[in-house]
């Protein structure tokens, strides 16, 4: 076993020798697989980071939301529908919900209005999103106004800031008291937007939903299952659209790396002949040169994963953020908790690293089994 070792690390200091002997071409290669991998697990990591945002903010989601539809169209709910809805068995709380969008000329973007089911602000008062705050210079006292739907303007005194940690989920949030939502909308008493459930047996909701139906043929039900999934499809579409985009990237360095690993110059010949010539081996030969892309490619890996994960974790992926995260005019900031995954990562390597070291292999046979004079010559 010692003999072996002392061998392969005889191997690998006379692979390292040689490959600072072409110093300059093998930066080369080194610094464009680093950049292949850095964008390919920089778009890998952050499609994945936002999956596991979404799942953690969806996880405390109501479990049920019932939605009164008219003519194929979301419609306001009337409270007798909530006290029907109180009659289903398996039900435990049920509740009905006051939101819409508002568009603010001033920013030139919507916010997302909302009735708070706990602790809503005073009449007059308005708790705002940290996005919402810094477009509109908006701190805890100052004034913002909007007209109504009858043309009249409403004041509101911003009573709190939600805190930074939650931006991602309330960036562009404004909770307001039920009276002034419903002076601002003109929405009558009685009515809401929709009405959220809660089940007492999660492995129920699917057969609650079926009797919410029963009894309420115009409603639509969605379940929280049903929009962890619409999130995904979104990620996953997101993520492709990109990785499509890489794919021009990718195939420049395939060819590219084939013919740096495949085109074997005279110098390399030469060396090859030289060691057969001295009493090595075929499968010597072979062996240093799988130590000589082995170390190409893995520094390369190393390198452009540890840059992805800087880039997505700690700077906030700005070369992608646009494309995975969506447009708006209104960014929520947002640094993903740190994660990898070790099957992503298995699979990043084996679609960068295997490939250049099989496209090794065969130049490197080629020659290793000519006659050293031939080759020599």
Same mark, same amino acid.
């Not at 810094?134 to 004041?155: C, I, M, V, Y």
């Not at 010949?269 to 190409?296: H, N, P, Q, S």
């Given at each position: 076993?010692?003999?072996?070792?002392?061998?392969?690390?005889?191997?690998?200091?006379?692979?390292?020798?040689?490959?600072? %002997?072409?110093?300059?071409?093998?930066?080369?290669?080194?610094?464009?697989?680093?950049?292949?991998?850095?964008?390919?697990?920089?778009?890998?990591?952050? #499609?994945?980071?936002?999956?596991?945002?979404?799942?953690?903010?969806?996880?405390?989601?109501?479990?049920?939301?019932?939605?009164?539809?008219?003519? *194929?169209?979301?419609? /306001?709910?009337?409270?007798?529908?909530?006290?029907?809805?109180?009659?289903?068995?398996?039900?435990?709380?049920?509740?009905?919900?006051?939101?819409?969008?508002?568009? =603010?000329?001033?920013?030139?973007?919507?916010?997302?209005?909302?009735?708070?089911?706990?602790?809503?602000?005073?009449?007059?008062?308005?708790?705002? *999103?940290?996005?919402?705050?810094?477009?509109?210079?908006?701190?805890?006292?100052?004034?913002?106004?909007?007209?109504?739907?009858?043309?009249?303007?409403?004041?509101?005194?911003?009573?709190?800031?939600?805190?930074?940690? #939650?931006?991602?989920?309330? #960036? =562009?949030?404004?909770?307001?008291?039920?009276?002034?939502? %419903?002076?601002?909308?003109?929405?009558?008493?009685?009515?809401?937007?929709?009405?959220?459930?809660?089940?007492?047996?999660?492995?129920?909701?699917?057969?609650?939903?079926?009797?919410?139906?029963?009894?309420?043929?115009?409603?639509?039900?969605?379940?929280?299952?049903?929009?962890?999934?619409?999130?995904?499809?979104?990620?996953?579409?997101?993520?492709?659209?990109?990785?499509?985009?890489?794919?021009?990237?990718?195939?420049?360095?395939?060819?590219?790396?084939?013919?740096?690993?495949?085109?074997? #110059?005279?110098?390399? %010949?030469?060396?090859?002949?030289?060691?057969?010539?001295?009493?090595?081996?075929?499968?010597?030969?072979?062996?240093?040169?799988?130590?000589?892309?082995?170390?190409?490619?893995?520094?390369?890996?190393?390198?452009?994963?540890?840059?992805?994960?800087?880039?997505?974790?700690?700077?906030?992926?700005?070369?992608?953020?646009?494309?995975?995260?969506?447009?708006?005019?209104?960014?929520?900031?947002? %640094?993903?908790?740190?994660?990898?995954? *070790?099957?992503?990562?298995?699979?990043?390597?084996?679609?960068?690293? /295997?490939?250049?070291?099989?496209?090794?292999?065969?130049?490197?046979?080629?020659?290793?089994?000519?006659?050293?004079?031939?080759?020599?010559?």
């Amino acid at each position: 076993m010692k003999i072996y070792l002392r061998r392969q690390l005889n191997l690998l200091e006379f692979t390292l020798s040689s490959l600072l %002997r072409r110093k300059g071409k093998n930066l080369a290669l080194l610094v464009v697989f680093s950049a292949i991998v850095f964008m390919l697990a920089s778009a890998l990591l952050y #499609s994945h980071a936002l999956r596991r945002e979404a799942a953690i903010l969806l996880k405390d989601a109501p479990e049920l939301v019932i939605q009164k539809m008219v003519g *194929g169209r979301h419609d /306001l709910l009337p409270q007798a529908n909530l006290a029907k809805l109180a009659e289903v068995r398996g039900i435990t709380q049920i509740h009905g919900r006051l939101w819409g969008y508002l568009f =603010d000329p001033i920013a030139a973007a919507n916010y997302t209005v909302m009735v708070p089911q706990t602790n809503p602000p005073e009449p007059g008062f308005a708790i705002i *999103g940290e996005g919402i705050s810094g477009a509109r210079g908006a701190e805890p006292g100052d004034q913002l106004s909007f007209k109504s739907h009858d043309g009249g303007l409403l004041t509101f005194r911003v009573a709190q800031v939600i805190a930074y940690e #939650s931006a991602l989920a309330t #960036s =562009d949030l404004f909770l307001v008291n039920e009276d002034d939502y %419903r002076r601002l909308y003109g929405i009558a008493p009685g009515l809401f937007t929709d009405a959220v459930a809660k089940v007492r047996n999660p492995r129920e909701v699917g057969k609650a939903a079926e009797k919410i139906a029963e009894l309420l043929p115009d409603s639509r039900i969605v379940l929280r299952d049903e929009i962890l999934r619409t999130y995904e499809s979104v990620f996953d579409w997101r993520e492709g659209l990109l990785l499509v985009l890489l794919t021009g990237a990718v195939l420049a360095f395939a060819i590219f790396a084939w013919e740096k690993a495949s085109g074997l #110059s005279a110098e390399e %010949r030469r060396e090859i002949g030289i060691l057969k010539a001295v009493g090595w081996e075929t499968g010597d030969i072979l062996l240093m040169k799988m130590w000589e892309g082995g170390v190409m490619s893995l520094s390369a890996f190393l390198i452009g994963y540890l840059l992805a994960y800087l880039h997505v974790f700690y700077l906030g992926a700005p070369l992608f953020e646009p494309v995975l995260k969506g447009w708006a005019t209104m960014y929520p900031a947002f %640094r993903p908790t740190p994660f990898i995954d *070790g099957f992503q990562v298995a699979t990043l390597l084996i679609l960068t690293v /295997l490939p250049y070291l099989a496209a090794t292999v065969v130049p490197i046979w080629r020659a290793a089994i000519i006659d050293p004079d031939q080759v020599m010559r």
